[in-house]
């Protein structure tokens, strides 16, 4: 197997993780949502849950850890 062969099984898996990935988000409902932030505690608006179901952190933190990342 040479570099090319490496480099493009390589590149395959990541393409198969991130498809497996947002099909996952995809079935994910609101119920699916926290009430409350895994981070803070705080309540999670049902706006939040709404948009972004399976959310488990409140806008705020999602934007700390994204600043962080």
Do not use: W
């Not at 990935?21 to 309540?43: I, M, N, P, R, Y």
């Amino acid at each position: 197997m040479d570099e090319a062969d490496i480099a493009s099984n390589y590149q395959q898996r990541e393409m198969d993780t991130l498809l497996s990935h947002h099909q996952k988000k995809q079935t994910l409902t609101v119920q699916d949502s926290a009430d409350c932030c895994e981070e803070c505690g705080f309540d999670i608006p049902s706006e939040r849950q709404v948009a972004v179901p399976g959310c488990s952190l409140c806008i705020q933190c999602a934007i700390r850890l994204e600043q962080t990342s």
